[in-house]
């Protein structure tokens, strides 16, 4: 392997959605620069972090069937039965749901936790209430899509957080899309809920990190009973 390799292999690819924030930041910080020279290291920080912000690494997919993988990189920040947003129209009965928080620091390309074809997507708009408190799942900002899947369907909602102010879909009705894929970006912090079958076994539990399109939240053709954990 040339060098050449080596150091583009070690390069994080930033997503396009962020070339247009990262030019803001360097801009900023130029004329933060030129006002005080302190301010110019500040806004140079900021930039860094957006372009860490904005980072879209490669992930490995687990492949098998009947695996459910995380959309988001985050904290698992609830696992239980919820009813799912009256706009996904899956009814009104609670279905068994996960949720990952995304801070500030976590990658926000957004993966499909499961292969099937998009066949609902759905936007609302709403208020930008801290992501990690349940009534952000009914009160804030979002966007739905149904995934439907050999094994049932599923509800994936991008919810706007505290800061965020947009939610990005590269998805559209009618595509299919593989497990790990990407199908949306959620700008500065936010969550990501999936609803699925009730015959999904959890293989997180609250507190957990997950990686979008590498962690397994739960498998659908487990035969084991939930698992417990402890925070150590």
Partial sequence: MS???????????????????????AAIAVVLGWIWSPL??????????C???????????????????????GIV??????????????GDQP???ISVFMSVFDCHVNR?????????????P???????????SEDNERSS????????????????????????????????????ERFGLIRFGSRVDVYMPDNAVPLVGLGSKAIAGETILADLSSTEARRSYKVG
Avoid at 126 to 136: M, Q, S, T, V
């Fill in 3 to 25: 060098m050449i390799d080596s150091i583009r292999r070690q390069i994080v690819p930033i997503h396009p959605e962020g070339y247009v924030f990262i030019a803001i930041f």
């Fill in 40 to 49: 110019g290291w500040v806004g140079g920080i900021l930039t860094v972090w």
């Fill in 51 to 73: 372009c860490y912000f904005f980072r879209d690494p490669p992930r490995v997919t687990p492949l098998r069937e009947g695996l459910v993988v995380s959309p988001a990189d």
């Fill in 77 to 90: 920040s609830s696992i239980g039965y919820f009813v799912p947003p009256p706009e996904l129209g899956l």
């Fill in 95 to 97: 279905m068994s749901r």
């Fill in 112 to 124: 499909a936790p499961v292969t099937g074809r998009i066949t609902r997507i759905a936007y609302k």
């Fill in 126 to 136: 709403g208020l930008f209430l801290n992501a990690d408190l349940d009534k952000a």
């Fill in 145 to 180: 899509l149904i995934i439907e899947s050999a094994q049932g369907r599923f509800g994936v909602v991008q919810i706007a957080g505290l800061i965020a102010r947009r939610i990005v879909s590269f998805a559209r009705e009618g595509d299919s899309i593989g497990t790990g």
